[in-house]
Antibody, heavy 119, light 105 residues
Framework: EVQLQESGPGLVKPSQSLSLTCSVT????????WGWIRKFPGNKMEWMGY???????SYNPSLKSRISITRDTSKNQFFLQLNSVTTEDTATYYC?????????????WGPGTMVTVSS | DTVLTQSPALAVSLGQRVTISCRAS??????MHWYQQKSGQQPKLLIY???NLESGVPSRFSGSGSGTDFTLTIDPVEADDIANYYC????????FGAGTKLELK
């Protein structure tokens, strides 16, 4: 079965970069599309971006100047980097899989990792 | 952005039928999907493309709608269904509703 697991620092200082890893087992990231989604305190959810099976990316325009999604196919991992973070970036971060490139929903999710931005 | 509006909370009795609504600020055709999220867990896909039941999801869940108005129905409600429910559209990028908290009366 497809499994995703987020990892990374739980605390980041303002103005620094947030870096997270999504490790995928049971499925190759060279197939399908893979996304990052975050859920803020208060439950608002925001799509951040995705990386495709070929390595192409798409980002939420609201984050476009600060976000980068990359991958390491040899480790079957993909990564999120968010620069110049503020307290507004405090959230639970999820990685997830798109099952196809037609309807664009998420069928497998990681358990999430909480990131707090604070000095 | 396409804004999705959900009722914040619904109170239900076990065994009843409940409908959870999601209204889009512009038409999303049938590019609407529903998730269940329990406290401390990741979202779980229930319905994709407005009305398609995800594999392994109980048949008491169903979805309907097109354009701007969508509903998720649970019939009958079981104790395990007490959770938050989110809609998500994929017609124009991807946005989520704020969620509906299903509570017991």
């Amino acid at each position: 079965e497809v499994q995703l697991q987020e990892s990374g620092p739980g605390l980041v200082k303002p103005s620094q970069s947030l870096s997270l890893t999504c490790s995928v087992t049971g499925y190759s990231i060279t197939s399908n599309y893979w996304g990052w989604i975050r859920k803020f305190p208060g439950n608002k959810m925001e799509w951040m971006g995705y990386i495709s099976y070929s390595g192409s990316t798409s980002y939420n325009p609201s984050l476009k100047s600060r976000i980068s999604i990359t991958r390491d196919t040899s480790k079957n991992q993909f990564f999120l980097q968010l620069n110049s973070v503020t307290t507004e970036d405090t959230a639970t971060y999820y990685c997830a899989r798109y099952p196809n490139n037609y309807y664009w929903y998420f069928d497998f999710w990681g358990p999430g990792t909480m990131v707090t931005v604070s000095s | 952005d396409t804004v999705l509006t959900q009722s914040p909370a619904l109170a239900v009795s076990l065994g009843q039928r409940v409908t959870i609504s999601c209204r889009a600020s512009k038409s999303v055709s049938t590019y609407m999907h529903w998730y269940q999220q329990k406290s401390g867990q990741q979202p779980k896909l229930l319905i994709y493309s407005a009305s398609n039941l995800e594999s392994g999801v109980p048949s008491r869940f169903s979805g309907s709608g097109s354009g701007t108005d969508f509903t998720l129905t649970i019939d009958p409600v079981e104790a395990d269904d007490i959770a938050n429910y989110y809609c998500q559209q994929s017609n124009e990028l991807y946005t989520f509703g704020a969620g509906t908290k299903l509570e017991l009366k």
